[in-house]
């Protein structure tokens, strides 16, 4: 065929130019461009069902020659390279420096909310109103950004409501309780206490979800509770409230896991969360009413303002929700970017930093034994999130395959 095409413009004498490109375009142009995009296609980029955004740059270069050797690493990056090339397109490229930059934000607003918070609790010690004020703060901010359309926001319907309203109410519980939680003892305890997470999800989905969990995840979890024990029984700041809460705070969360499975929706996780938290916001007011409503108008109010003025009150409650409802927005953003792996090590990682940061900000006196309890509680945890992430990836590649 390619010959009889050949031919046939050879004997049109006033286009002889036209035989080269037809060459060109059928044999090397088409050929350079399936190899690299098949072999990023192929599984190694690939991020949630999505491509990495370098690979549609890269796809879209008109250097195509220069670049190929990068995508034999990009695929297989176990094995490394010291290539300055690869290291630029392969590491330093525009999609990794913006998840970098929101894991980054996701600790630093972490940090800094846990620290504010637990400043406020040593002058106004009322867990349920500030729990509330968390929650306002954030709802007010998605009010504001629907407004302006920075996100446009999106319709909800009465079965779509009746799937999170659950999961809002687990949201809300889980937050209450874990600010109780952090009134009542150091923030490094409580988020010592709340590495039982996992155990806890496991527990829930061999008992009530019907899962068989493997024997490697259940031994991975030995180290959690082991840890978390040893922890409790020497922490200096230790009482049941803040014990109980912390434990309470882990239960809720594991339920709004499950119910977040039912309630799976076409929407974006910014209007997700935004609805939670206008759903969590009104079922957080009612006990923050009944249970700290008299105290407040009696003395609670007079004695902060009295302590640290009205202007700090006000701007410690304004930016604590700030912070509260970022740290949440942008946690959801960033896990959306990576694989279940890199979500795994991050959390853990987000653990590590702020009982460090809270230790040293608040220069809680922690025992040997409390200190090494926490250790090996986190420790446990990434045993468990890595083992976890790996089988989830191994279904995902069975079913692809």
Known sequence: ????????????????????????????????????????SGGANLIWGR????????????????????FTAASSPAEGSDSAGDAK?????????????FFFMWYFLNVIFNILNKKIYNYFPYPYFVSVIHLAVGVVYCLISWTVGLPKRAPIDSTQLKLLTPVAFCHALGHVTSNVSFAAVAVSFTHTIKALEPFFNASASQFILGQQI???????LAPVVLGVSMASLTELSFNWLGFISAMISNISFTYRSIYSKKAMT????????????????????????????P?????????????????????????????????????????????????AVGNVL???????????????????????????????????????AKMEEEKRQKKAA
């Open 89 to 101: 397109v392969g590491f330093f490229n525009k999609a990794t420096l913006i998840t970098g930059f």
């Open 1 to 40: 065929m390619e010959s009889r095409v050949l031919t046939g413009a050879t004997a049109i004498r006033g286009l002889p130019l036209l035989r080269k490109p037809v060459v060109k375009l059928t044999t090397a142009s088409f050929p350079t461009v399936a190899k690299p995009i098949g072999a990023v």
């Open 214 to 220: 493997p024997l490697a995840l259940w031994l991975s």
């Open 350 to 388: 987000k653990r590590v930093f702020v009982i460090g940061f809270s230790i040293i900000v608040f220069g809680n006196k922690i025992s040997t034994q409390t200190g090494i309890g926490t250790c090996i509680a986190i420790a446990g945890v990434a045993l468990y999130s890595f083992i976890k």
């Open 51 to 70: 491509q990495l955004r370098p690979a549609i740059l890269l796809e879209a270069s008109p250097k195509r020659e220069s670049i190929k050797p990068c």
């Open 266 to 293: 076409d929407m974006d996780s910014t209007n997700v969360y935004a609805y939670i938290s206008i759903i969590a916001l009104i079922v957080c007011i009612p006990p923050a009413i009944i249970i700290e409503g």
């Open 295 to 343: 105290q407040l108008l009696q003395h609670g109010f007079a004695d902060a303002i009295a302590k640290v003025g009205l202007t700090k009150f006000v701007t410690d409650l304004f930016w604590v929700g700030m912070f509260y409802h970022l740290y949440n927005q942008v946690a959801t953003n960033t896990l959306e970017r990576v694989a279940p792996l890199t979500h």
